[in-house]
């Protein structure tokens, strides 16, 4: 039988350089040097900064998760060192357990977070924890909550398992698992945990819990609807950096569940429901009135929009970041410079979740989302460019912002970090086309 042969077609030549990008030669290697970690944590990765942001890379949650607990925790300090247990400690004071495949249960857990737990989230699978983890868990080397028995981890839903646990005890961490057959009872459970350790008096996590905090013991609460979780992925940001607990409906009814939640509020509560009315109900909104005040977090105004305007994760996050409240104390009230975010993609929710201690210590940067990987939604783009910080005199008055960028390039490019760092840069308000930004007292700050 006769051979047919087929003549290779030729290589496909590579691609010239971008001139306009590499006018000198496009740059050859790996990296012409690497740096390594300290001799006292070999475990820390290096992360990639520019001036006004960075990266807390992962290439997976759970490296995401480690890059986040590596960059708040240094733990280099003694568990014994004076401080580790007041609320700027160099370790945590637990940890917070989840798995990577149900975002209801990670965003329930969040709540956790917030002292005095002090209990980041790190993530497991359901048939054990994986070796970067194990090793974040030794290396925080967490103090023990001292007001809840010194428990070192909650073991939220499927992280709850027999192989977490047996790993758990094999290094001596004690635990307490927090599980129910529904989201809606997870929640409620998280809730009745995180309430009875925050404010043992009622059960229920408040605002300023004594008046000598200086707070009025405000009972906020946040409801998502499970059909429309996306639009709750900032509500995660927020709860790690107030005691705010974290109910859920869906758009056209409330779960018993979150009702027996919502009555521990005695009828005080004050609630906030993510997203409208395509989200979550009017009736439903209705029904809620029950157990206190309610009102929505949206981009909606109708002082502003004789129609209502499209409502979507993105443009949540942004009115969330703008948002002051006083009847709860609620909304990060961001509309200058002088403050740091936090850009996840919004199909990332594991990163959201992750991320969000960077709202409870250090910055208490809000969470602001992207659809791409290599454009800023337009209203992102623009509210970027609102607080971007400008100067009359010299950019030495400061302010200036920080933004934290969650995963690897896939997530989140490098061009797209780069664009972030350009348009966050301070610039001078004198230049004649300037036309965004502000100063730090544009902002209503002091």
């Known amino acids: 039988m006769a051979t047919t042969l087929v003549a290779a077609l030729p290589a496909a030549a590579p691609t010239p350089p971008d001139p306009n990008r590499y006018p000198f030669g496009r740059p050859t290697g790996s990296g012409d040097f690497r740096v390594p970690p300290p001799p006292e944590a070999p475990t820390l990765v290096p992360t990639i900064g520019t001036k006004t942001t960075q990266r807390l890379y992962g290439s997976d949650p759970f490296q995401e998760a480690v890059s986040v607990t590596q960059h708040i925790w ?4 003694p568990e014994n060192a004076p401080g580790e247990n007041d609320n700027v400690p160099d370790r945590p004071w637990a940890v917070t357990l989840i798995t990577t495949d149900d975002p209801l249960t990670g965003i329930t857990a969040v709540p956790l977070i917030h002292f005095p737990d002090d209990a980041p989230i790190l993530y497991v699978t359901k048939t054990g924890i994986p070796q970067v983890t194990l090793n974040e868990l030794k290396r925080l080397g967490d103090t023990g909550i001292s007001r809840h028995h010194n428990i070192d981890a909650f073991l939220v839903g499927a992280a709850a398992n027999p192989a977490v646990q047996a790993q758990l005890k094999a290094i001596g961490m004690t635990f307490q698992s927090i599980t129910a057959p529904t989201v809606p ?180 940067s809000p969470l602001l989302l992207t659809d791409s990987a290599d454009k800023l939604p337009e209203a992102v783009e623009a509210y970027y460019k609102q607080v971007a910080p400008t100067y009359l005199t010299t950019p030495a008055e400061g302010p200036y912002n920080m933004t934290y960028v969650i995963g690897d390039w896939k997530r989140i490019s490098w061009p797209l970090q780069a664009h972030v760092d350009y348009i966050s840069e301070m610039s001078n308000r004198r230049v004649w086309n300037q036309s965004t930004g502000g100063r730090y007292s544009d902002s209503g700050q002091p």
């Open 74 to 77: 240094p733990a280099a300090l």
């Open 185 to 364: 009872g997870l929640a409620d459970a998280v809730d009745r945990v995180y309430g009875s350790i925050q404010n043992p008096d009622t059960g229920v996590p408040q605002m300023g819990n004594s008046g000598s905090q200086g707070g009025a013991g405000m009972m906020d609460v946040m409801i998502a609807s499970m059909d429309s979780w996306e639009y709750a992925l900032p509500a995660t940001h927020w709860s790690s950096h107030m005691p705010t607990a974290i109910l859920w409906v869906t758009r056209d009814g409330i779960p018993p569940e979150t009702v027996t939640a919502l009555k521990r509020r005695m009828g005080r509560a004050t609630i906030y429901l993510w997203g409208g009315p395509d989200q979550i109900s009017p009736t439903v909104a209705k029904q809620l009135n029950a157990y206190g005040a309610v009102q929505r977090i949206t981009n909606d105004d109708p002082v502003d929009f004789n129609a209502t305007p499209k409502n979507t994760p993105e443009t949540t996050a942004i009115a969330f970041a703008k948002m002051w409240d006083p009847a709860g104390m609620v909304g990060w009230n961001i509309t200058g410079p002088g403050h740091g975010f936090t850009l996840v993609r919004r199909d990332d929710w594991q990163g959201a979740v992750a991320s969000a201690p960077l709202s409870h210590l250090g910055f208490h």
